[in-house]
């Protein structure tokens, strides 16, 4: 089994996405033993925002790449290729003023791509990166997934609809929820590792 960690956080041993996220690929590699692992931090070298030329790469055939645009295409095509080459696929995303960090949504604008991750058919759209598992590690300071801030709690429906929109449905999410509360925070993190089912 091969399996992709992406790691939003920029705060290193710190960050409680990190460390639920390697919970999770613990208990993965216990239960698939030989299983091989690439950590990517998008924190440490950031897809960059889509300009211009980004957008003119996807758009324009292959074909008819200018160097600039063959230049500007390579972040989506490795990123796709990594996706693609995982069989499952752990997303750390600490919860940023309501949203995911703009490093996550930097990688989702890279990987979404029609006609390599999702095309349109005559059904509608079809996502084309099928047979995934992919495991939400979401940290945040307060509590969304119940109570009275559940109408707020987009980032996990955001990542279950854009993923699943490319044809990953298959998506456990864990929460480390509660991290800035004082009644919460101390066991925010071990609830959600004893939580992991795999
Ligand atoms: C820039 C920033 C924005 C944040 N926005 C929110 C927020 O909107 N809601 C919330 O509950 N917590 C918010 N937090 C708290 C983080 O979600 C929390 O500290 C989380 O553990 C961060 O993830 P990490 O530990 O993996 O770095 C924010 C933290 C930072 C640094």
């Given at each position: 089994m091969k399996i992709l960690h992406l790691i939003s956080s920029?705060?290193?041993?710190?960050s409680f996405s990190i460390k639920l996220g390697n919970a999770i690929v613990e208990k993965l590699q216990a239960a698939n033993p030989g299983s091989t692992l690439t950590v990517h931090?998008?924190?440490?070298?950031p897809f960059p925002h889509l300009e211009e030329v980004h957008i003119n790469s996807f758009f324009t055939p292959q074909e008819n790449h200018t160097a600039e645009l063959t230049a500007a295409i390579k972040h989506s095509d490795e990123a796709i290729a990594e996706l693609k080459d995982a069989d499952v696929i752990v997303i750390g995303a600490p919860l940023y003023n309501f949203g995911i960090p703009s490093t996550l949504k930097a990688w989702i604008d890279h990987i979404a791509r029609a006609g390599h991750t999702f095309r349109y058919s005559e059904k509608g759209p079809e996502g084309l990166i099928k047979n995934k598992k992919v495991y939400l590690a979401i940290s945040s300071?307060?509590?969304?997934?119940?109570?009275?801030m559940k109408p707020y709690d987009f980032t996990e429906s955001y990542l279950r609809s854009v993923l699943g929109f490319m044809g990953m449905t298959d998506i456990t999410a864990y929460r480390a929820e509660g991290v800035s509360i004082p009644d919460l925070k101390d066991l925010a993190l071990d609830k959600a590792i004893e939580s992991i089912a795999i």
């Open positions: 920029p705060r290193g041993e710190a931090d998008l924190t440490n070298t300071g307060g509590v969304y997934s119940e109570g009275p």
